[in-house]
């Protein structure tokens, strides 16, 4: 009999501690809805409410959560309106507070009962009210994003990340399905640009990952986005999907250089000179006179020479050719093309090198007066190359200062020599 009576103190305790907490609930609510509400203490105890294991996995809960957020906002509006001072900060921080909250409700909401029904009373109301405070999230992620390109602390670059990411999340979720956001919003890829471009400041990748596919389809950010997503699948380690990305983004923006020189560059470092070549040729046959993809061309077989040159030097010789033959069309289409100028310049000098390792050093050899005319004949075809790039790039000195050095230094010119020794 006394354990009998024991259990039903134990169960009367609980149900006490369950209905003080429910009755917190409505208290806070209550407090927030007043004429002059106390926003600290119905935040304090919705908080309590929030983490306790009685309400926290209740609907009603984080429903009263986001209704206290709201009401914030409406009060500083109110002063807005009135001409009073009020706090914008504190709107926009209501705003992610509220969604968040409501976000939460409609989990909770959406879990059948014993019958297998879903009985969500909240969605409706909570994501009209959503709706109205999106522009908010935009203004306060803008805030939080000016101040943090000001103060570079992570926590404002997370508060903007909140803010941007929180817009996109809406227009994802199932309580937005009717509203179709993802079809009607027109500013939802620049948002997700945004909250990609912060996460990848934080070097927040995961979220860059998350939030760059709603905006690649842009015509305006979409290309900046398809680089970020790229940029994040590399510092994740994932060469396949990196790669992949590349090749989309070739696809997809082929006139953003980025995806073509990334994934030629992968290929170079990495000895894949034929999956190079035949990636480039594919290019060019869709777009023969693209000036970019027939320098890349050239840049491969420039590069093969330093691969070939001790395993196979006839072959390495070929190459260079070869590179002469594209740096030479990429600069027939486009003149101004100065780094094309400057490859030149350097592929005409390393065949004087290699050339300069056969020739006899002897002055008494009757050859030696024939080879060092053939081997002047390669610093004379590439002085005009480097004089060009020098012309076009002044600013650049690094496409032109050494090879005209080395030029100049190799034609025993010497007044041009002395100008350029006095820039080195």
């Not at 009135?82 to 909770?108: G, H, I, W």
């Not at 929180?166 to 945004?194: R, S």
């Not at 390393?350 to 020739?359: G, H, I, M, P, T």
């Amino acid at each position: 009999m006394k354990k009998l009576l024991f259990v039903a103190a134990l169960l009367i305790g609980a149900t006490s501690v369950s209905f003080a907490q429910e009755k917190a609930v409505k208290e806070a609510k209550k407090i927030a809805n007043g004429t002059t509400p106390d926003f600290a203490k119905a935040e304090e105890l919705i908080n309590q409410a929030l983490v306790n294991p009685e309400t926290k996995d209740v609907a009603e809960t984080w429903n009263v959560a986001g209704f206290i957020q709201r009401r914030r906002s409406e009060e500083e509006m109110k002063n807005a309106y009135l001409r009073k001072p009020y706090d914008t900060l504190q709107v926009y921080n209501s705003a992610l507070n509220m969604c968040r909250y409501f976000f939460k409700c409609d989990e909770l909401a959406q879990i059948p009962n014993e019958k297998g029904k879903i009985k969500n009373k909240y969605r409706k109301s909570n994501s009209a009210t959503m709706l109205n405070e999106r522009g908010n999230l935009i203004n306060g992620g803008i805030q939080y994003y000016n101040t943090y390109l000001g103060s570079e602390k992570k926590e404002d670059g997370q508060k903007a990340l909140d803010f941007f990411g929180t817009y996109v999340d809406m227009a994802a979720h199932p309580m937005f399905e009717k509203e179709n956001l993802l079809q009607t919003d027109t500013i939802l890829p620049t948002i997700a640009y945004y909250a990609s471009m912060v996460a990848a400041r934080l070097e927040d990748y995961p979220s860059v990952l998350k939030y760059a596919p709603y905006a690649r389809d842009d015509k305006e950010v979409g290309k900046f986005a398809m680089e970020l997503e790229s940029t994040a699948l590399k510092a994740e380690g994932d060469t396949t999907k990196w790669i992949a990305s590349l090749q989309e983004g070739i696809r997809k923006y082929p006139d953003h250089q980025f995806f073509f020189g990334n994934l030629i560059d992968y290929y170079s470092n990495n000895n894949k000179y034929d999956e190079a070549l035949k990636f480039a040729d594919d290019m060019l046959a869709k777009d023969p006179n693209n000036t970019f993809y027939l320098y890349v061309k050239g840049y491969l077989y420039h590069n093969m020479y330093t691969v070939l040159r001790e395993k196979d030097p006839g072959q390495a010789a070929a190459s260079l050719e070869k590179a002469i033959e594209f740096y030479q069309k990429t600069t027939e289409i486009d003149p101004n093309y100065a780094e094309a100028y400057s490859n030149l310049g350097l592929v005409y000098c390393l065949q004087a090198q290699d050339f300069s390792e056969k020739a006899t050093a002897d002055v008494n050899d009757p050859k030696y007066q024939q080879d060092q005319a053939t081997l002047k004949t390669f610093y004379e075809k590439a002085r005009p190359c480097y004089e060009k790039a020098r012309q076009l790039q002044p600013e650049k000195k690094e496409l032109w200062l050494n090879g005209l050095y080395r030029v100049y230094y190799n034609l025993q010119m010497g007044p041009e020599f002395e100008e350029i020794e006095s820039l080195m």
